[in-house]
């Protein structure tokens, strides 16, 4: 046990350690900016597993999310000149409550219905960038989204400073499914996803987990659109349609679903993909796809999607003196 | 005084009358049976009893507090808890989870507690990982603490449904069909295990086909046919009743 619990340490701190001083391996801004998308899509999927993961939701409109979180800080940033860190605030506020507004009305629904409620979702928040002039500036798109300053240093892909802003929000979003995940709020989403009746029965408010799913998930979502928008300066509804929402799916599950760990893989295989396959022109797709087929069939549960076989951890080891008091009771 | 007790409880599902002006009681500390054929209502009235169905007609009373009417998951905070007929563990959670999730109600932190590890949230979660593991040795499953639900025996998945429903901290266990599918050894670990359960102050109403189990560890038993009840009373007064006996294997006399 304690042998794979140190293997299992070095990985992280190795991990770790390569994501920190990788600017200093000298690679192009064409690769680093393509590193912090990877980062980006790792937080999309970390928000995406919470429902679909752990609670067992399948949502198909976390597109909407992004697009609600990247055109929120963008339009503070332009609009009203408020600094970086409190428009991705408003941003990142703003798409938990439109999740929250989501998971109101669809707390009753569950598999296929949830899944195309999501959907058209999606499709109205896009619909409603392409027609809001006055704030989305219509299908022109935002432009010149400045970059993030933060105590008066301008953050880009030149300095690295977007780059461990990006590690840093990751870093942050890791931490945060952890704590909540190894915590009673985990144990009760994990529980509805298995049986939402037991956990009733277990005198839990099931609908109240369900939403605080939802609004964790699209805060998350909405909190990596923020950063997107200032990483491009340029976002238009083109951005944020529906091949983004199924992207993040196939991330979760191609990782592992329900493991933190796999969204990591999962982001950076479905990012470089794409990248290193070029010589393959447009036969990329074919592939991309065939591979999903393949691992599908024979992974269904992700590739990094084992369950854990370490011993569950009792603190402070029941001391087995108590044994003896039971027995004389 | 009573610690449950159901007054002229009725249900019907369109035409069909499930549970038909039913009346019973259980004092605390008893084991109490409910036995009856095939789609007597039995498990209906379990579904009323903890808050699944709402009852058309009656009153239900927890400690001489009205019950009916109440969503399922406050009836649990009410102090009843059960287990099902075909066993909805969370299959894909440890051993020990599944007592955590049961124990919820009792884990006494927020969410933010849980999000920046709060000195609450350890003592909490500690304290509870302690009393689950305290709960799971009782039931003989220490062994079992890290396994994954779906892969325990059937016996040891009723034993966890069992622990599980304990953990909410109810003191009335709600047991349908526990002994369904066990073997004569199993089922005979069962009846002791339910003895030591009344033992330990639980109170318990168990529907049963067992009738090795029913007649053994039973205080009292109500028969249902049809939605009603057609017999009640000790063990050896069933046995030799002959409504009972009709229920189960049909009339002497052939009627055309």
Request: proline residues 2%.
């Amino acid at each position: 046990m304690s042998e794979k619990f140190t293997v299992d340490k070095i990985v992280i701190a190795s991990i770790i350690l390569l994501l920190l001083g990788l600017p200093l391996l000298g690679f192009s801004q064409y690769v680093m900016r393509i590193v912090i998308l990877m980062g980006i899509y790792t937080i999309l999927a970390l928000g995406l597993n919470i429902l679909v993961g752990y609670t067992g939701l399948v949502s198909l409109g976390h597109a909407g999310f992004f697009a609600i979180g990247a055109y929120g800080t963008a339009y503070f940033m332009i609009q009203h000149s408020v600094g970086f860190i409190v428009a991705l605030t408003i941003g990142t506020l703003l798409s938990g409550f439109m999740g929250f507004v989501l998971g109101l009305p669809t707390i009753r629904l569950s598999g296929t219905y949830l899944s195309i409620v999501t959907l058209g979702f999606a499709m109205i928040v896009q619909v409603v960038i392409m027609n809001w002039d006055s704030v989305t500036n219509g299908t022109l798109g935002m432009s010149q989204i400045p970059k993030p300053n933060i105590l008066g240093y301008d953050l880009n892909l030149a300095n690295h400073g977007i780059y461990y802003l990006m590690l840093f929000l990751l870093g942050l979003v890791t931490l945060g499914c952890y704590t909540i995940i190894h915590s009673k709020i985990g144990r009760t989403l994990r529980a509805i996803k298995s049986d939402e009746l037991a956990t009733t029965m277990m005198g839990i408010h099931i609908d109240r987990y369900k939403i605080l799913a939802f609004v964790l998930s699209a805060s998350i979502t909405g909190l990596a659109g923020g950063f997107y928008a200032t990483l491009s300066s340029y976002i238009d509804h083109n951005s944020f349609g529906f091949d983004l929402s199924i992207l993040i799916l196939c991330m979760v599950i191609l990782g592992g679903m329900g493991t933190i760990r796999g969204m990591y893989l999962g982001a950076a295989l479905l990012i470089i993909f794409p990248e290193i396959a070029r010589p393959l022109m447009s036969w990329r797709f074919v592939v991309y796809g065939f591979v999903l087929i393949i691992m599908m069939h024979f992974r269904p549960q992700g590739v990094l999607g084992w369950r854990s076989r370490r011993k569950y951890p009792i603190p402070g080891e029941v001391k087995k003196s108590y044994r003896m008091v039971e027995v004389e009771e | 005084m009573n610690l449950l007790r159901a007054e002229n409880i009725s249900l019907s599902f369109g035409g069909l009358t499930a549970v038909n002006d039913f009346n019973f009681y259980i004092n605390e500390g008893q084991v109490v049976s409910i036995i009856g054929p095939n789609g007597a209502g039995k498990t209906t009235l379990f579904n009323i009893l903890t808050g699944i169905y709402k009852v058309n007609q009656g009153k239900i009373y927890m400690n001489e507090e009205p019950i009916d009417g109440l969503h399922a998951r406050k009836i649990v905070s009410k102090g009843i808890a059960r287990t099902f007929q075909n066993i909805r563990l969370f299959s894909d959670m440890r051993v020990i989870e599944n007592v955590l999730v049961g124990a919820h109600i009792n884990t006494d932190y927020s969410f933010f507690d849980g999000l920046f590890r709060t000195k609450r949230f350890y003592e909490v979660e500690n304290k509870k990982k302690q009393e689950g593991a305290k709960l799971l040795e009782s039931l003989g499953l220490e062994g079992r603490l890290s396994d994954y639900a779906d892969n325990l025996s059937y016996g040891e998945q009723r034993k966890l449904e069992i622990a599980r429903a304990m953990a909410t901290g109810a003191k009335l266990l709600l047991l349908d069909e526990p002994a369904a599918g066990m073997n004569h050894q199993e089922s005979e670990d069962l009846r002791v295990f339910i003895s030591n359960l009344k033992n330990l102050g639980y109170t318990i109403l168990l529907i049963e086909h067992d009738m090795r189990v029913v007649m053994n560890v039973s205080d009292y038993i109500y028969v249902m046919d049809y939605g009603k009840k057609i017999a009640e009373g000790r063990p050896h007064e069933i046995q030799s009743n002959e409504a009972v006996a009709m229920a189960y294997l049909g009339d002497s006399e052939v009627h055309l």
